[in-house]
């Protein structure tokens, strides 16, 4: 998938939903769940046994969809970022910036969102070809950050992470972010294996945020 649609279906759907799971079947199942509640950008982290694997599932039961983008996170390195990128990984997450991660990632003109947390962060990560910048943990600052950093960096597209639920993701999209990365409040039911409400969580979000974006 080429780079720009990417981060067109990025800013079009403006929900990624990150997963965290116990091994490749329950991710697959997590991811469509959420497919099917309408959050179509999926980030696997590296934190599933043999994400790998759970990246190559799910392209080939959404191939051909191109509204449906599949990403890894939870990349430190660029050897991580090269094996995730060579599954098949349509965009790398990191928790954190890493200069060679970022370089890597662009020689495959794949996108990088690293997490920032301060503006020479999210300055540093947008001079080495970051196009979205992770704001992380969005716990630590309010959905104000975005309109204040937005102040003196216009330009920057930022997607916070963590911290964002059902009760404050409008703010969010309404200061600015290009995006949000929304996790373990959306896939909390998968610990009892209620998928269908992950679904209907999935369905509230992408209702809200349209809400929100309109």
């Known amino acids: 998938m080429k780079k720009v649609r990417v981060l067109t279906a990025l800013e079009e759907q403006k ?3 990150v997963i965290r799971a116990d091994d490749v ?3 697959v199942k997590i991811s469509e769940a959420c497919i099917n509640g309408g959050i179509n950008i999926i980030e696997l982290t590296y934190s599933i046994p043999c994400v790998e694997a759970a990246v190559e599932k799910l392209l080939n039961l959404y191939k051909g ?3 449906v983008v599949i990403g890894v996170g939870t990349v430190l390195d660029p050897y991580t970022a090269r094996e995730a990128i060579f599954a098949g990984a349509n965009f790398i997450v990191g928790p954190s910036f890493d200069l060679t991660t970022a370089s890597l990632c662009n020689l495959y003109q794949v996108p990088y969102m690293p997490g920032c ?3 020479t962060e999210i300055k540093e990560a947008m001079e080495a070809g970051a196009d979205v910048v992770k704001i992380f943990p969005g716990s630590n600052v309010d959905p104000s950050f975005i309109k204040a950093v937005k102040a ?3 330009q ?3 997607m916070p992470t ?3 639920n059902i009760d404050n993701i409008d703010a969010w999209i309404k200061q600015g972010a290009v995006a949000v990365g ?11 294996g209620d998928f269908k409400q992950i679904t209907k969580l999935a369905s509230e979000y992408v209702a809200k945020v349209k809400e929100a974006s309109s």
């Open 152 to 154: 003196p960096i216009p």
């Open 182 to 192: 929304v996790g373990g409040n959306l896939v909390a039911p998968a610990k009892t």
């Open 156 to 158: 920057a597209n930022m």
């Open 25 to 27: 079947d329950q991710a």
């Open 65 to 67: 969809n191109d509204e």
């Open 162 to 164: 963590g911290g964002v």
């Open 15 to 17: 929900i990624v939903a």
């Open 117 to 119: 947390l301060t503006v």
